[in-house]
């Protein structure tokens, strides 16, 4: 029961509220081909942007404990963990869970494995996907790994 729902026209089309790059989707087969990808993505980006705030975000702890692991293992610059919200608010890369960015931003996000298994077509799942994705000042990056979750559209 969508609130304004009655007031939305029929084939009103979503407005972007802010300007940018497009958001970017990128899916694999295994989750290790995902931290390949986001290590070299990201060191590029730190040679880049030496300054940029960057939020690595997951739908749990275990996932960001996963992610951090092997990030770290790529020798990622000024990568941390973030636990119980202790964000530094300094350049470099921080892994989180979506829920402990709510309310803050950042240059870049990445929404790690916004596939079917963690966001499926479920109210929890949705209001994830909107806190997570509305975390990025810059650009968002939406991994998935195996399926991509029926939120996403094509």
Request: charged share 25%.
């Amino acid at each position: 029961m969508g609130v304004l729902r009655e007031l939305r026209e029929e084939d009103a089309q979503p407005v972007a509220a802010r300007s940018g790059p497009p958001v970017e989707t990128f899916r694999f087969g295994d989750r290790g081909a995902c931290v390949a990808f986001l290590s070299e993505a990201l060191h590029a980006l730190s040679r880049e942007e030496p300054l940029a705030s960057v939020a690595i975000l997951t739908p749990d702890g275990a996932l960001s404990d996963l992610y951090h692991e092997g990030l770290v293992a790529s020798e990622l610059p000024r990568l941390r963990r973030v636990a119980d919200q202790d964000f530094t608010f300094a350049p470099g890369i921080e892994v989180t869970e979506i829920e402990q960015a709510k309310g803050l931003e950042f240059d870049y996000v990445v929404l790690v494995e916004v596939d079917a298994e963690w966001f499926p077509d479920a109210p929890r799942a949705r209001r994830l996907l909107h806190v997570g994705a509305t975390r990025a000042v810059h650009q968002l990056w939406v991994t998935a790994v195996g399926s991509p979750s029926p939120l996403l559209t094509p």
